[in-house]
């Protein structure tokens, strides 16, 4: 059974669609004024530094919680009170590394998510807002580091020997399991939704799924705007729970062209079933884990560094080396998702046969979010989960190129288009040139 989810999570990730290669760069100045390109490494750089900080600090106290004598007696004087109990033990102390390692971080979270947002009007809520979703987003990690690592641990204790595969079939099952429920419980402590409205935006994605052949089941909007100015749209879901939600700063904010790019982009998603080759893939990393994890803890068994698998003395060594695994992972998650997005990207201009409206909606999410047209290599490999809002719009012109469509698009300014009246008139897709005041009371 692990050998088939190892070999189904390697073929559902290598075997999945792709997109061409695109060997000819396009200039920055093309498709965004110099004002905006400062405005968004101004925002952006500071927001770098802080990243590396957190990763830096969440590296550290990994590796202190795992091999320092203050983290090894930290977690005997935990495996004593606990009677020895290794679930017991490994409960507090995945939960409680997890939880204080986000308390240690939070100061950034808020300078970064809250502060820095705020100063440049990204942000809609206040500080009980932003705490009470800081919670809500970081609880469901500290619960279920705590779960897990008791359960797994309960496993090993009672089949010393057979955990790994019961241990690794049991993580795989519960992460796709995740992912079925996540919509109907994960998602309701981030927004609240409701079904799109008939309108312009509806027709615009009964339009997309018609040409592509796709029954959407649910199309919902988010209630983004009560937190962010930001615009976005995502697809989640597996089955019964699958669904297309866009941020109504998104709906509000841009005219049904756009909107049905942002709808093929998820359609095609759909399409290339990426939520469950994700899952798969994920799957197949909790497997390898595992039995990674049960070679090392076997082998410090046999030389006597521990007295059992499953010894709670050990349980500091077992979450470090979790904790930093999933940190250094994080480049390898982004690479395969940014394949993912340029996958779904070029199946969408496929759909759309509208490159202008694909390449209209990348400058405006760039001006709306204040992302970077073109990120440093070291942070695009390292946190890049889509490709640069240049490497999108070469993308553009490459499919224009193989359509034989006209390789120019329209003028730059022409991109900049009016927000529709329900939009605020300070929308952050006409992002001031300098950085703007901050208001006292968003």
């Not at 999933?326 to 759309?352: K, Y």
């Amino acid at each position: 059974m692990a050998a088939a989810i190892v070999v189904g999570g390697v073929v559902g990730l290598l075997g999945g669609p792709s997109a061409p290669e695109v060997d000819d760069p396009v200039s920055a100045a093309r498709w965004f004024d110099a004002s905006f390109v400062g405005l968004a490494r101004e925002y952006q750089v500071p927001r770098d530094v802080v990243a590396v900080v957190a990763v830096a600090l969440r590296g550290g106290f990994a590796l202190a919680l795992a091999m320092s004598p203050p983290g090894r007696r930290v977690v005997g004087w935990i495996a004593a009170r606990a009677g020895q109990r290794p679930w017991l033990t490994a409960v507090v102390v995945a939960g409680g590394a997890f939880l204080l390692i986000d308390v240690l971080l939070s100061p950034l979270a808020f300078w970064s998510g809250f502060v820095h947002a705020g100063d440049y009007g990204l942000r809609t809520q206040g500080v009980g807002g932003w705490l009470l979703d800081w919670v809500a987003f970081r609880a469901p990690t500290w619960v279920g580091a705590a779960v897990v690592a008791g359960l797994a641990y309960a496993v090993a204790t009672r089949f010393p020997r057979g955990w790994p595969p019961l241990v690794a079939a049991g993580g795989a099952a519960l992460l796709v399991g995740l992912v079925v429920a996540g919509p109907l419980v994960l998602e309701p402590l981030a927004y609240d939704t409701r079904p799109l409205e008939p309108g312009p935006a509806r027709q615009a994605v009964q339009d997309v799924a018609a040409a592509g052949g796709v029954d959407v089941h649910k199309v919902l909007i988010a209630d983004a705007s009560k937190r962010t100015t930001r615009e976005n749209a995502y697809i989640s879901g597996l089955g019964a729970t699958r669904r297309v939600v866009l941020f109504d700063t998104l709906v509000q904010a841009r005219q049904p062209n756009t909107i049905r790019a942002v709808v093929a982009h998820e359609l095609a998603h759909h399409q290339h079933r990426d939520i469950l080759r994700g899952s798969l893939a994920a799957a197949a990393a909790v497997v390898v884990g595992v039995y990674a994890l049960a070679a090392w803890l076997g082998a410090r068994t046999r030389r006597g560094r521990q007295r059992a698998v499953s010894d709670p003395g050990a349980v500091g060594l077992v979450v470090g080396a979790v904790m930093l695994v999933s940190v250094l992972a994080t480049p390898i998650e982004a690479a395969a998702s940014r394949g993912m997005e340029a996958a779904a990207d070029w199946r969408a201009l496929q759909l759309l046969e509208e490159p202008g409206a694909f390449e209209q909606l990348q400058v405006q999410l760039a001006r709306s979010n204040l992302n970077r047209p073109a990120p440093p290599v070291w942070r695009h490999v390292w946190w890049g989960t889509h490709p640069s809002p240049l490497e999108r719009l070469a993308m553009a012109q490459r499919w224009r190129a193989m359509a034989g469509s006209p390789p120019a698009g329209p003028p730059r300014r022409a991109f900049v288009d009016e927000p529709k009246a329900a939009c605020d008139t300070a929308s952050p897709g006409h992002a001031p040139a300098r950085r703007p005041a901050r208001s006292a009371g968003a």
